[in-house]
C-alpha cells in the first residue's frame, strides 16, 4: 500500500468536515478495499464489514478492560500520574470491564435498572416533553438539539436515579468534565486533572447520597443500586460510584444525538416523515432504523488479548480494534439497499446498540424517549420542515451529531 493509500484510508479523515457531515461514502469505500483494516497513521485496526464487528463483539479474546488500558499507555508517561486516578475509575465501571468482573457488576446493575423501573418513566418522559415544546411552541421557533434532544435525557436519568433537581447542573459539569477524557484526539494534563477533581466530587456526591438512601430507601434507582444483593454479594463503593457515574453519562449524548439525528432523517425523506405521521405506531421501528442508518456512536473499541486471525489478516496480540458501528449498519451483506432510510424495514438486526455481553444496559430507556420524542414532535408540530442548511456537524470522533438543528414550526 502507497503512503497515499494508508492516509486516504486513515480514520483521520473523520475529522474533515466534509467526511464528517456524511462519513458513509468513506466507510464504504474501506469496507470495499480493505474491510480488516490497519490504519498506519493512527496505530490501530479498523473493522468495517457487519460480520467482523459481530463476530469481534462475541469475541472475548477483543476486550473491553484491556482497550482501557491501551488508552492509558498511550498517553505521554509524564501525564500518566495524573490519569492514573481517572482510568482506576473507569475500570471498575460495567463498560471498562471483562467477565468476570462484568458478570457480576452486570447482573447487579441488571437486578436494579428493570424494565419496570423504565417502564415508571412514561408519565415522566411525557411531562418533560410537554414542558419542553409548550416553550418552543410559545417561541414560535426550535432548535431541536438545545431546546428537546439535550435536556431530556439528562431531566429523565436524573429523575430516574432520583438526584435532586437543584443539583443537576453541577453533576452535569462534573461528569462532562471526567468522561472528556474519553473519546478527545487531543489529551492534556490539565484536562486529566480537571477529570480527577470532577470525578472525586461526584464521588462524594454519589456516595453522601446513596448513605442517605440506605437509611431511607425512595423509589428511585440510585437506592436500588446503593442496596442490590446478589447471593450475598454487593456494589463496592467504587463500583457503586463509577456505575452510577456512567449511567449518568452514558445515557445523555447518545440519546440526544440519536434523536437529532432520526428528526434529520426524517425531515430529509418526507415519505418516511408521512408514513410515520399516519401511522405513529411505527414509533418503535424508526427508531431502529435511524440507529442504523445514522447512528450517535459510530465506533467502539477492543484491544486484542491474543492474535486473532479476521478475514485475510492476523491481527497482534494487545493491538487496539476500532469497530465501526455505522460502516457494519451499511454493509450490503447484512442489509439491501443500506443507504435507504426505510422506517418499515423488516430484516436485520443493527449493532447500535452493541452485541452480546456489553449489550447497551441502557437500550429500553433509550427507546422510550426516542420513540415519545418523535411521537410528541410530529403530533404537536404538524407543519415541521427544516430552517437551515447547511448543518453544523460536532467535531467528536466516535460520537456522530450535530450542534444544532433548527427547524420551522
Ligand atoms: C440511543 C442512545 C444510546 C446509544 C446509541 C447507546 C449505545 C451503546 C453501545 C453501542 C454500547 C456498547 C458499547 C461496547 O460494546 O463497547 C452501549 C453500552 C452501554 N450503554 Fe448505551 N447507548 C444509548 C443509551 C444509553 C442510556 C440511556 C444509558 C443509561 C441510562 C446507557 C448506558 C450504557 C451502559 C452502562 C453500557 C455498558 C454496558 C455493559 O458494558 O455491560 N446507554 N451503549
Redesign the pocket.
Known amino acids: 500500500m502507497t503512503i497515499h493509500d494508508a492516509q486516504s484510508l486513515s480514520l483521520s479523515n473523520l475529522l474533515r468536515p466534509e467526511v464528517r457531515a456524511d462519513p458513509y461514502p468513506f466507510y464504504q469505500t474501506l469496507r470495499a478495499q480493505d474491510p480488516v483494516h490497519w490504519d498506519e497513521p493512527m496505530g490501530f485496526w479498523v473493522l468495517t464489514r457487519y460480520a467482523d464487528v459481530a463476530r469481534a463483539?462475541h469475541d472475548p479474546r477483543f476486550s473491553?478492560a484491556q482497550g482501557l488500558m491501551a488508552g492509558f499507555k498511550r498517553l505521554p508517561a509524564a501525564e500518566q500520574p495524573i490519569a492514573e486516578p481517572v482510568y482506576h475509575a473507569f475500570s471498575q465501571a460495567?463498560?471498562y470491564t471483562d467477565p468476570p468482573h462484568?458478570t457480576r457488576l452486570?447482573a447487579l446493575v441488571n437486578k436494579s435498572f428493570t424494565p419496570r423501573v423504565v417502564e415508571r418513566m412514561r408519565p415522566c418522559i411525557q411531562r418533560v416533553l410537554d414542558d419542553l415544546l409548550d416553550a418552543a411552541e410559545a417561541r414560535g421557533r426550535m432548535d431541536v438539539i438545545g431546546d428537546l434532544a439535550y435536556p431530556l435525557?439528562m431531566v429523565v436519568?436524573a429523575e430516574l436515579l432520583g438526584l435532586p433537581v437543584e443539583d443537576r447542573q453541577r453533576f452535569k459539569a462534573w461528569s462532562d468534565d471526567a468522561f472528556a477524557v474519553l473519546g478527545v484526539v487531543r489529551h492534556s494534563p490539565e484536562l486529566h486533572a480537571k477529570a480527577a477533581r470532577s470525578l472525586a466530587d461526584l464521588a462524594d456526591y454519589i456516595l453522601t447520597l446513596s448513605r442517605e438512601r440506605r437509611l431511607r430507601p425512595q423509589e428511585d434507582l440510585l437506592t436500588a443500586l446503593a442496596t442490590v444483593a446478589e447471593a450475598g454479594d454487593r456494589l463496592t463503593n467504587d463500583e457503586l460510584v463509577a456505575n452510577v457515574s456512567?449511567?449518568l453519562a452514558?445515557?445523555h449524548e447518545?440519546?440526544a444525538n440519536?434523536i437529532g439525528n432520526g428528526v434529520l432523517a426524517l425531515l430529509r425523506n418526507p415519505h418516511q416523515l408521512q408514513k410515520l405521521r399516519e401511522a405513529p405506531a411505527l414509533a418503535e421501528a424508526a427508531v431502529d432504523e435511524v440507529?442504523r442508518y445514522d447512528?450517535?456512536?459510530q465506533v467502539?473499541y477492543r484491544s486484542t488479548v491474543e492474535e486473532v486471525d479476521l478475514g485475510d489478516k492476523r491481527i497482534g496480540a494487545g493491538q487496539v480494534v476500532n469497530m465501526i458501528?455505522g460502516a457494519a449498519d451499511r454493509d450490503p451483506q447484512q442489509f439491501s439497499n443500506p443507504d435507504m432510510f426505510d422506517i418499515t424495514r423488516a430484516e436485520g438486526r443493527h449493532v447500535?446498540?452493541?452485541l452480546g455481553?456489553?449489550?447497551?444496559?441502557?437500550?429500553p430507556?433509550?427507546r422510550l424517549e426516542?420513540q415519545m420524542a418523535y411521537t410528541s414532535l410530529l403530533r404537536r408540530f404538524p407543519a415541521l420542515r427544516l430552517a437551515a442548511e447547511p448543518l453544523d456537524w460536532q467535531e467528536h470522533p466516535t460520537f456522530r451529531g450535530l450542534r444544532s438543528l433548527p427547524v420551522a414550526l
Open positions: 463483539f473491553r460495567m463498560p462484568h452486570r435525557p436519568i456512567i449511567l452514558a445515557g447518545t440519546t440519536v440507529m447512528n450517535a456512536v467502539v458501528l447500535g446498540f452493541g455481553i456489553h449489550f447497551c444496559v441502557g437500550a430507556l433509550a426516542i
